[in-house]
């Protein structure tokens, strides 16, 4: 039995919305400036995505979500051209580090494609190899998963990447960095 209202009983007044104002007109999703726009009033968190045992990389990401967890498994997406897409695939391994509220620093970093590469990529970022993947898993995060690569589908100018969880954990406290608009931002409060 669903907590849900069913579709023909009346919304709660706090949900009550008006309608998009007359003056938003649809997207032309032939322009990806416009389709980002969309897309990005969806607010997300901010990852950090590693693979490389013996040499190191990793992305900021925030096309990451959980999937299924019998058995434990995420998806995350990749745009092919990244470095971290070979290392995922030649690996067969990830890890994902949910970034904290004062890490924005951390993604500024792994976003940056002017940033060093190889070992050099991680000097400063404080992290430990993983266990169970050897990819680095960074320091002082929200949370973090290390994931053997499962599946893996095409996505347009991206790859999905299907991950079944190998190891995980969490901290006790600390609100994570969120990205909305275009920016990154923080849980009000």
Do not use: Y
Request: charged share 20%; hydrophobic share 40%.
């Amino acid at each position: 039995m669903s907590s849900f209202p069913s579709a023909s009983a009346p919304l709660p007044r706090s949900l009550d919305l008006p309608p998009l104002p007359v003056e938003a007109p649809e997207a032309d999703l032939h322009d990806p400036r416009e389709l980002r726009g969309v897309l990005g009033r969806f607010a997300t968190g901010v990852t950090v995505l590693t693979a490389g045992r013996d040499v190191p990389c990793g992305m900021t990401a925030n096309s990451f979500t959980s999937v299924s967890l019998e058995p434990a498994q995420v998806l995350v997406c990749v745009v092919k051209s990244a470095a971290v897409h070979a290392a995922v695939l030649a690996e067969g391994a990830f890890a994902v580090s949910v970034l904290a509220r004062d890490q924005e620093w951390v993604a500024r970093h792994f976003a940056d494609r002017r940033r060093p590469r190889g070992p050099r990529e991680f000097e400063g970022i404080g992290h430990t190899r993983g266990r169970h993947t050897g990819a680095p898993v960074l320091d002082h995060v929200q949370a973090w998963l290390e994931c053997r690569l499962g599946d893996v589908h095409e996505g347009g100018d991206h790859t999905i990447f299907v991950g079944t969880v190998l190891g995980a954990g969490r901290s006790t406290g600390g609100d994570p960095l969120l990205f909305h608009g275009g920016a990154f931002a923080r849980l009000a409060g």
